[in-house]
């Protein structure tokens, strides 16, 4: 597990409690797969050499025996591994997380229906 400065941890610390906790209502401290993967997608960290089955695999290998969820302890773990992955620094990893600011919430928009929507007239 590399070592971060303090700063690029706390503002990866507060990334990793926005993901862990997006489609939840409350606060959480720990992470889901499908955050894990949530997070690997928005920070732009999939590539040729890192897919979400890769993503998925070293979730798995990091979580705890009997666990579905990681802890941030486990976290940094898996940063090692994505990082390892790529083939780049633990640093790139964070710095590109970070340059993130959080979960991306793409929902769809419904448009404008005229009898609906305009109220005037009626």
Same mark, same amino acid.
């Given at each position: 597990?590399?070592?971060?400065?303090?700063? @690029?941890?706390?503002?990866l610390?507060? @990334? %990793? %409690?926005?993901?862990?906790?997006?489609?939840?209502?409350?606060?959480?401290?720990?992470?889901?797969?499908?955050?894990?993967?949530?997070?690997?997608?928005?920070c732009?960290?999939?590539?040729?050499?890192?897919?979400? *089955?890769?993503?998925?695999?070293?979730? *798995?290998?990091?979580?705890?025996?009997?666990a579905?969820?990681?802890?941030?302890?486990?976290?940094?773990?898996?940063?090692?591994?994505?990082?390892?992955?790529?083939?780049?620094?633990?640093?790139? @990893?964070?710095?590109?997380?970070?340059?993130? !600011? !959080?979960?991306q919430?793409? !929902?769809?928009?419904?448009e404008?229906?005229?009898?609906h929507?305009?109220?005037?007239?009626?």
């Amino acid at each position: 597990m590399a070592l971060l400065d303090p700063k @690029v941890e706390a503002d990866l610390k507060a @990334v %990793y %409690y926005a993901f862990a906790s997006f489609g939840s209502s409350q606060q959480q401290v720990e992470m889901e797969s499908k955050n894990f993967v949530k997070l690997a997608k928005d920070c732009k960290l999939m590539s040729k050499s890192f897919t979400t *089955t890769d993503c998925d695999l070293i979730f *798995t290998k990091v979580k705890a025996k009997g666990a579905r969820k990681i802890t941030w302890p486990d976290f940094l773990k898996a940063l090692d591994q994505v990082a390892a992955k790529k083939g780049t620094s633990v640093e790139a @990893v964070a710095d590109e997380i970070i340059k993130s !600011g !959080g979960p991306q919430d793409s !929902g769809t928009k419904a448009e404008a229906v005229k009898w609906h929507d305009d109220k005037d007239s009626c």
